[in-house]
């Protein structure tokens, strides 16, 4: 039966929609060191859905300009190349986290806050800590649990066998995800970044962010969405049945060199953070 049941979920990862090929062509523009801001605002301006969440986004009070952002080309200007790319994937994937997901105990759109919640602040961290490109921080926060909406229909049939595990096996709920189901909801994420062609990086990060300190090619993207994930349960955010417990990893503490009183401010800063509804709204 598992083999069956690995097979049909290999299958549905297989199913998932690749990205909507606008989508694709827009990450290629920003990645073109040769297009300029008027390539991207035209590719943009043929999406209007696309359009108006880029500037509703743009114009929240995370971003925090004084005055309002009226066209594309003024967001790219203000923001930057890699930050339009973080918000055309996050609006993007807002409906696919739109859905309520049983098998998790998720309500309507509580996976898109939790997982928008998480992208906010791992693209905060990474700040603080002065990485090069936060953005791929905010992408890899904003997709770490993409796995639970394939596998939520699994988790929900299996869930008295999964708690069972849970409370006598005195392990962790994505342990028993993986013991009945042969997958945890991490490593599904993992193989939906593979067929979206994300960076090997944030592959790791999506596929890893709850065990850091196995990560070999960025273990600092892994500490960072980790560490994110952790203060997005605390604040206590979208939490379903797997986000009583959650720790940070003296992995991610160590490789990202933060001391207690880091991670209390980085608590209290999160909170502030994700107070605009704007950044949420756009479903």
């Not at 960076?199 to 070999?216: C, M, N």
Request: contains cysteine; charged residues 25%; hydrophobic residues 40%.
């Amino acid at each position: 039966m598992r083999d069956i049941r690995l097979n049909h979920i290999v299958q549905k990862v297989n199913d998932m929609p690749v990205l909507p090929s606008r989508v694709n062509r827009i990450i290629e523009l920003i990645e073109d060191p040769n297009s300029t801001i008027d390539d991207l605002e035209k590719e943009i301006l043929m999406d209007q859905s696309l359009t108006s969440k880029i500037l509703k986004l743009a114009n929240s009070a995370y971003y925090g300009y004084p005055r309002k952002i009226n066209t594309v080309s003024q967001a790219t200007i203000l923001l930057g190349f890699q930050t339009i790319k973080s918000i055309v994937l996050a609006s993007t994937v807002s409906k696919m986290m739109a859905h309520e997901l049983k098998g998790y105990a998720l309500g309507e759109n509580d996976l898109w806050t939790q997982s928008q919640t998480c992208a906010i602040i791992s693209r905060n961290i990474a700040k603080e800590i002065k990485i090069s490109n936060p953005e791929t921080a905010y992408i890899g926060g904003l997709l770490r649990d993409i796995g639970k909406t394939i596998l939520s229909y699994y988790v929900e049939r299996e869930y008295n066998a999964i708690v069972n595990k849970v409370e006598f096996g005195n392990i962790s709920f994505l342990e028993a995800e993986e013991e009945i189901l042969g997958f945890n909801h991490a490593q599904v994420g993992e193989k939906i970044a593979e067929k979206w062609n994300f960076p090997e990086d944030l592959v790791e990060a999506i596929g890893l962010h709850h065990t850091p300190e196995k990560s070999i090619i960025n273990p600092t993207l892994v500490s960072i969405v980790h560490i994110a994930d952790a203060i997005t349960m605390m604040l206590g955010v979208g939490i379903g049945v797997d986000g009583l417990a959650y720790n940070f990893s003296p992995f991610a503490l160590e490789t990202l060199n933060l001391s207690s009183i880091d991670v209390e401010d980085l608590i209290s800063k999160s909170h502030d953070l994700i107070i605009d509804r704007d950044s949420f709204d756009l479903i």
